[in-house]
Structures are given as C-alpha cells and as structure tokens.
C-alpha cells in the first residue's frame, strides 16, 4: 500500500527508521489532494505553503535525534476548528473573511506533537446536518460512490482519510458527527467520553474561544486504523491549561481485558424508532459473530439496558434545545400542528424553558446511572451508528421535509439520529469501526459503546476486532485509489 494510504503508526515506524521523510509524505499528500480532491472536494481551506515548511521543520527536529508523538505525519483538521491565520466559517457565507489569530487548544496539541497539517476539512452548514455542503465550499462526495454523501458534520475528513488526503484527523461529534462519517466513508472514529478532550477553539466563527464545558458535544480523533485512534486520542485527551493552570493529560483506566475472549458484549440491532436497514444489520452481525467466535459472551437482549424511545426522546429535546439559539423558530404553532413522532419532540424543544431542561438534564442523570448499572454485567455495546449506509445526496432546502429511504421505506430525515444519541445523551464513548461493505459494495460501520471514561475499552476492542474482520479498504471507485 502506498504512503497515501499507509496508517499513523507505519509511517511513524517508517520515519523513525529513515525509509521516509516528512517532506517526502507531504509532498506525496499534497500532490494526491491537487490530483484527486476535484471530485471529492474535502479539503475546503488547503495550507501547502505552511504544511511543507512545518515538514521541513520535522525533518529537521528529527535529525536532532528528537521524537514526538506524530513528528512529521500529515493531518487534516475539521473546519469548524480555529487555525490561526487560516478561514473559519463553519460554511456560514456572512463568516467567509474571519480569520481567527489563535490556533484552538486542539490544534496547537496536534502542532506541539509534531504534526504537519495540510488543511481544514469541508463540513456543513453550521455543522447542523449529516452531509457536508455549503455555499462557500460545495458539497463533499463520498470516495466510494460520488453520486452519495460522506456524511456530517465531519464529512469531509472521513472523506479525505478515505481518499489518503493525510493519516489523521481531528473532528467533532454531537451528533454522530465523527461517527457517522467514518462508517459512510469506512474509517475509523472515536467519540471520546464528554468532557475527556478540551474543546476550547472549536468554536462558531467570530464567537471568543473559551475554555467551557460543552453539553453533549466532544471533539475526537479520526483515522484510518484503530490504533491510531489511540495514539491521537492520547495527544487530545485533556483538560483545559486555561481551567486547570496548567496542562496536564487525564490518565485513562486501562482497557478491562486484553483478550477478545474475556469480553461481555450486549449487541443492539434494532431500534424501536426506525428500522435498521439489511445492510447494517449484516454489519453488527457480521462483528457479533467474530466476537463469538473469538470467545466473547455475547447477549442480544438485557433487562438493564435503559429504555430506547426514552433514551432517544431525552437526547432530541436536550440537542434541539441546547442548540436553538442558532436556529430561527418561524411559525412554530403550524409546524407543530403537523408534526408526529421524534418531530414533535423536536419542534416542541426549540420552546423549552430553563425548567423544562432541567427535568431533561434529570432524566439524563437516571439514564447515566442505568448504564452504569449495565456496565457492571457488559464490557461494551455493538450497535449501529445510522440505520443505512451513505445515501444519496439530499439537498432540499428544509430538512425537515427531507427523508431517509431504510430498506424501501421512508421515515422523517433526522430519525436516524437516534443510534448517534445513544451514546451522545449519556456522555459514552464510542468507537466508530468498519463492518464490511453492503451488496452495493458501499462501506458500512458499528459503534462499541463503553463505559464513561473507559475509552480504552472500546478502543482496545476495536483493536482486537481489526485483527479478525479486517478493517480499512481503499475505496474501490475512488479517484486514484489504485495511485
């Protein structure tokens, strides 16, 4: 496999044993970017100039007989994420000319750990929906099948790492935005516990960059193996130097077992809200019985799992609601008169007051606890992360009036939300894995939901998984993918 495609960790080794050079891969990147990105369009902001003067500067440390974490690996970084000296909009035309003089805390990790980022990745407009398009930047397809989405908000580098447009990189995930990427795109992505990765800097543009505490939303590692996920989770993974005093990493439990066969898992392939499409079910399933047949205890059903509809209920109106000061709310008396379902949930929570959010947030808390009790019993959840892979691009004006096609039949857009909220609402991690590909030869992926703060359970998991499913393809219709 070329450099283009090569994992964090192989071009590190390569690097460390002077086979390479990190002016040697940046240069290879940025040509497969100039060569291929015309079709997929998932590098929105390029930054070559700096990215192959801080490869030369790699190089040069290296020389020095220095060594850091990802010394000389080219990277991309999600749009929405403040880079000093470079546009971030969040695909907001009124933003196009902020340009922020602070890199977000982020950035400056990957910076300090010795990455060379190549560019800022495409996204959404306001990182508000599971494609990637905006009237600043265009709309990002999907490496596999153009004609069909890479997914959002971090669409565009599930896109690019499935492209090898860099080995890395840095995304966000409120809802299943990291996630749900990866499995359109067959990568790898980490939705880490809330609040175990500062978050300071990815923020909307023009907005001050401060060192809050975010509900629901974390920011995460994306890659093209599981390993990687650690080793960039490992840079991320912190609190706020501006909160704290100074900068410190949180030191994470180990993984629970070291062997596949040591684990509990409870797969989840149905969902009382919206049906899961053939495909993705062969993709749990697929996972399910390379568990069983490492030895893992596997359960399909579990009295102590909490209540899905609930669940799904809670994490719409604490989303909708958190969110709705960026939203305009035009009529919604008539909207709501029409509205059915996780609709109306949604509608009636962009009215919600300070107390009816509290009940929410209290109900959040019950659930919390119900998983804990669950995670005495398992060591992780397999599930899906959308009921169908990437589908076809769906730019009607009002989301709301768009539809998500599972198996023939259509259900409201947003619906498919709800396996993205399962770990969301709660504050899990969750690891993003491939599955296999569908008969129509798109990727599909699952989610290994842990327990909060052991990350590296799923992540370890996910590991141990690679080994016997297989994990990254190169996609098979992607401009290049043969380089």
């Not at 070329?2 to 964090?8: D, G, N, V």
């Not at 399909?300 to 909490?306: D, I, R, V």
Request: hydrophobic share 45%; charged share 20%; glycine share 10%.
């Amino acid at each position: 496999m070329e450099s283009s495609f090569r994992t964090a960790g192989e071009l590190l080794a390569a690097l460390r044993a002077g086979e390479v050079t990190s002016v040697e891969l940046t240069d290879e990147a940025i040509a497969r970017i100039e060569r291929d990105d015309g079709v997929i369009n998932a590098i929105c902001v390029p930054d070559f100039e700096r990215a192959r003067a801080a490869a030369q500067r790699a190089d040069e440390a290296r020389a020095r007989g220095e060594d850091r974490p990802l010394l000389g690996v080219p990277v991309t970084v999600k749009e929405s994420y403040n880079v000093a000296g470079l546009p971030t909009t969040w695909g907001m035309p009124p933003h196009r000319d902020f340009v922020p003089a602070e890199d977000a805390v982020q950035v400056s990790r990957v910076k300090a750990a010795g990455a060379v980022v190549l560019g800022k990745t495409n996204v959404p407009l306001g990182l508000q929906d599971i494609q990637s398009f905006n009237d600043l930047y265009g709309t990002t397809t999907n490496p596999w099948d153009p004609g069909r989405t890479s997914g959002g908000s971090s669409g565009g580098s599930a896109a690019a790492l499935a492209a090898g447009f860099g080995a890395l990189s840095l995304g966000s995930d409120i809802a299943g935005s990291l996630r749900t990427p990866a499995h359109f795109c067959g990568v790898y992505a980490h939705k880490p516990t809330l609040g175990l990765a500062a978050v300071r800097g990815m923020v909307p543009p023009a907005e001050p960059a401060l060192p809050v505490d975010l509900d629901l939303a974390v920011v995460g590692p994306m890659a093209r193996s599981a390993r990687d996920l650690t080793l960039l989770l490992d840079v991320m993974a912190g609190p706020d130097p501006l909160t704290h005093g100074v900068a410190h990493r949180i030191a994470l439990p180990p993984a629970r077992h070291e062997r596949i066969g040591d684990h509990r898992v409870l797969v989840l392939d149905d969902h009382p809200l919206i049906p899961t499409s053939a495909a993705v079910r062969a993709g749990v399933h697929r996972v399910a019985a390379a568990l069983e047949d490492g030895g893992a205890r596997v359960e399909h059903h579990s009295a102590l799992l909490p209540d899905l509809s609930e669940a799904a209920t809670l994490y719409m109106q604490l989303l909708i609601s958190g969110s709705i000061r960026r939203f305009p709310i035009e009529s919604l008396e008539r909207l709501e008169a029409r509205a059915t379902g996780l609709d109306a949930v949604r509608l009636r929570a962009m009215a919600f007051s300070h107390s009816d959010w509290l009940e929410a947030n209290h109900r959040r808390d019950l659930h919390r606890q119900a998983w804990r009790q669950l995670f005495t019993e398992f060591d992780a959840v397999l599930c899906p992360i959308t009921p169908t892979p990437a589908f076809p691009h769906d730019h009607h004006p009002n989301p709301m009036e768009r539809r998500i096609t599972v198996d023939g039949a259509e259900y409201p857009y947003f619906d498919q939300l709800v396996w993205a909220g399962l770990a969301t609402m709660p504050g899990l991690p969750a690891t993003a894995i491939p599955a296999g590909l569908s008969p129509e030869g798109l990727p599909v992926g699952v989610q290994l939901v842990g327990p909060m703060f052991e990350d590296r359970t799923p992540l370890w998991l996910a590991e141990l998984l690679e080994e016997r499913i297989g994990g990254f393809q190169a996609p098979k219709r992607a401009v290049g993918a043969g380089g």
